[in-house]
Nanobody
Framework: VQLVESGGGSVQPGNSLRVSCAAS????????MGWFRQAPGKEREEVAI???????DYADSVKGRFTISKDNAKNTLYLQMNSLKVEDTATYYC?????????????????????WGQGTQVTVAS
């Protein structure tokens, strides 16, 4: 079971970036997944969640700017980030909860995520 993030980098405020998470070792199509981020000196925070059937939820700070999506044919999770702000600078982690088909985001949050990637750095600066 493995998650490998890629696509991070340095961009200027207002620009876009897409990070990816390649998954292996579990049934990607039936797995709920999420993106989290952690900035230096701050706690890890949830950014976006996607259930196995496609339902999504976003942190208020990224609503309208970020989009989470899954490509089940490629076993890959994406986070499209538009209108990036300096405060979006962080290490971005993808996470998965394999083994259960979950239809309720609140239930997923109570269960938590059991598989984590190593993270990819996103820096937004002028």
């Amino acid at each position: 079971v493995q998650l490998v993030e890629s696509g991070g980098g340095s961009v200027q405020p207002g620009n876009s970036l897409r990070v990816s998470c390649a998954a292996s070792g579990f049934n990607f199509g039936t797995t709920s997944m999420g993106w989290f981020r952690q900035a230096p000196g701050k706690e890890r925070e949830e950014v976006a969640i996607i259930l196995s059937y496609g339902g999504t939820d976003y942190a208020d700070s990224v609503k309208g700017r970020f989009t989470i999506s899954k490509d089940n044919a490629k076993n890959t999770l994406y986070l499209q980030m538009n209108s990036l702000k300096v405060e979006d600078t962080a290490t971005y982690y993808c996470a998965a909860r394999p083994g259960s088909i979950i239809h309720d985001i609140r239930f997923l949050r109570r269960l938590g995520f059991s598989v984590w990637g190593q993270g990819t750095q996103v820096t937004v600066a002028s």
